[in-house]
């Protein structure tokens, strides 16, 4: 369940804040207010994945708070900015940020992967208002993404197209065929973002598929490559990331960055077999207070 034991920060206000040190200190604050959300849901519900929610928790507020140009209350609002969460699995903090964000009631949240909610385990597009697509299966954000980027130059809109990547996404063929694809028909603001944790469901990535060196990939097929790989939990740092892609005209682009699977949890981070283990009694009593400590250090105007 939710609780009211924790200091929260109201998302209106980060939305309205027009000073951005004051705002990325509160969007560094809702990311671990959502940590926490997260494992109190999955404690109750004993379900879900912990392990890809964590390590997205701030792109994701820094996205929907920060960068996205989108109307909660007119979620198909045709000139939206869109973004496709292609590692679904992250489900339990889309649904949060996407709660907060205000495209459905907080309280929704609580009935997470429950029979008849909407808040299933994999995000679905039909039912969920803010999801752009349905994802779950790896390895269609890239590609899906790209034909929305597309379609904008062919209706002639400017909405952004932005895709949200894991590493496992990475291993996944269809993903490689996107990145050829865009490098051969360029659309403009298209972007993707890689959650790169290094580590996916049974191991570490360098086991299962290495994917390094990441960055010189992505200039062999084509794409425009940040200059430099950002801190995924940095709010400053994603902004300036963001800066950094405003400015480009040569397209497709990707950011890379570093991101800890479990960020949070001392023995939970870049831990495969907390990917999507439920957490059980013994195991939230000695998380909880680690999320609330760095919760409590986070300085933020409240
Ligand atoms: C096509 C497909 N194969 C396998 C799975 C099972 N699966 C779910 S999550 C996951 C690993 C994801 O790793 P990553 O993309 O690195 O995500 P993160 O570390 O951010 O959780 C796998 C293999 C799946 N969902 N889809
Ligand atoms: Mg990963």
Redesign the pocket.
């Known amino acids: 369940m939710l609780t009211t034991d924790i200091k929260r920060v109201e998302p209106e206000r980060i939305l309205l804040e027009t000073d951005l040190e004051k705002k990325t200190a509160m969007m560094q604050y809702l990311a671990q207010e959502c940590r926490v959300d997260v494992m109190d849901i999955r404690h109750d519900k004993g379900t879900g994945?912990w392990?890809?929610a964590a390590?997205?928790a701030e792109l994701l507020v820094a996205l929907y708070f920060h960068v996205l140009d989108v109307k909660p209350d007119e979620p198909r609002w045709p000139d939206r900015d869109r973004l496709v969460i292609s590692?679904g699995?992250?489900s339990c903090m889309i649904y949060t940020v996407l709660a907060k964000r205000g495209y459905f009631p907080v309280a929704e949240l609580n009935t997470f992967r429950q029979l008849n909610s909407r808040l299933q385990g994999h995000p679905c597009m039909n039912k969920v208002p803010g999801v752009e697509m349905s994802t779950?299966?790896?390895?269609h954000g890239m590609s899906v993404t790209l034909g929305m980027a597309l379609a904008a130059r062919v209706q002639n809109k400017k909405y952004w197209s932005y895709v949200l990547?894991?590493?496992?996404?990475l291993n996944?063929g269809e993903t490689w065929e996107g990145i050829m694809s865009a490098a051969k028909f360029k659309p403009e603001r298209f972007v993707a973002l890689v959650?790169y944790?290094k580590?996916?469901?049974d191991g570490p990535?360098e086991e299962i598929m290495p994917l390094d060196p990441l960055p010189e990939k992505f200039t062999a097929f084509g794409w425009n490559v940040a200059p430099k790989i950002f801190n995924g939990h940095q709010v400053s740092d994603i902004i300036e990331s963001m800066d950094w892609i405003q400015q480009q005209d040569q397209w497709p682009v990707v950011v890379i960055y570093n991101t800890h699977?479990g960020r949070g949890v001392s023995f939970m981070e870049d831990n495969y077999k907390w990917?999507?283990a439920p957490v059980d009694d013994g195991a939230y009593v000695k998380s909880r207070p680690e999320l609330l400590d760095t919760l409590s250090e986070l300085k933020v105007p409240l």
């Open positions: 994945h392990g890809g390590s997205a590692k699995h992250a779950g299966a790896l390895g990547i894991g590493d496992g996404d996944e959650d944790n580590v996916q469901l990535s699977k990917h999507g």
